[in-house]
């Protein structure tokens, strides 16, 4: 394995507490394939099965449900979780390329039955099933908090609880958007224009600073205050 990924898997959510000698000794009886797309190539479709669990090694992916974009997952981002683990067994939504980009699948067979493969690494197979138990709970109260702002009355009170979601995720007022205004716009169900609208509003109420999908917030009490409407 090329020592770059390896670098990158040690970062990832999924081998969390694990050096290098472990990654690499691990990798092995649970990496399934690599594979390269091109920009708006589409990784699987609604109906689809899914090759495996996913870590985006290069790039960012687009996921679409009902010819809308919901989010976008980047580089070491982890892509299929909720798929592979559920009883369906099909995928729900669409994912494509948003540029050229490369990504690494892992087995679903590593993380539900004992490994087949007689190695001496238990101990890591346990620590890293334990990792992904704490990234879907993680994953299914972020959803939670999701649903919480998309109810929201408003589009104002929107936009302030995504901000103010992003800054307690990044435990910083400078931060940059994941989506970007399109995306950001489709996500909310709104045309982009509104959306603006809104962020120039912010922004002339000296709330926020903006450039593209980079953010500062100025006035944090006030964003929380819109947010809590």
């Keep these: 394995m090329e020592k770059a990924v390896t670098d990158l898997l040690c970062s990832n959510t999924i081998f969390n507490g694990l050096n290098k000698q472990q990654v690499e000794a691990v990798l092995p009886c649970m ?6 797309y091109r920009p708006e190539e589409c990784v699987y479709d609604k109906g689809d099965d899914v090759p495996g ?5 290069d790039g960012d992916f ?9 989010s976008s997952i980047e580089k070491n981002g982890i892509l299929g979780e909720a798929i592979i683990f559920s009883s369906a067994g099909s995928n729900e939504y669409r994912v494509i390329a948003g540029g050229k980009a490369k990504i690494l699948f892992l087995s679903r067979d590593f993380f539900l039955q004992p490994c087949a493969k007689n190695c001496k690494s238990r101990e890591v197979h346990m620590e890293i099933i334990g990792n992904m138990l704490r990234f879907l709970g993680d994953r299914t109260a972020l959803l939670n908090k999701k649903i919480s702002y998309l109810s929201a009355p408003d589009l104002k009170t929107k936009i302030a609880m995504y901000l103010c979601e992003l800054y307690e995720t990044t435990h910083s007022t400078s931060f940059t958007m994941p989506l970007n205004r399109d995306r950001l716009a489709e996500f909310f169900s709104v045309a982009r224009p509104s959306l603006s609208r809104e962020l120039i509003g912010l922004k002339n109420q000296g709330i926020i600073d903006f450039h593209r999908s980079s953010v500062s ?13």
């Design 53 to 57: 669990l996913g870590i985006v090694l």
């Design 217 to 229: 917030i100025i006035d944090l009490t006030e964003l929380y205050s819109i947010a809590q409407n």
């Design 62 to 70: 687009v996921i679409i449900d009902n010819n809308k974009v919901t």
């Design 31 to 36: 990496l399934k394939s690599i594979q390269e």
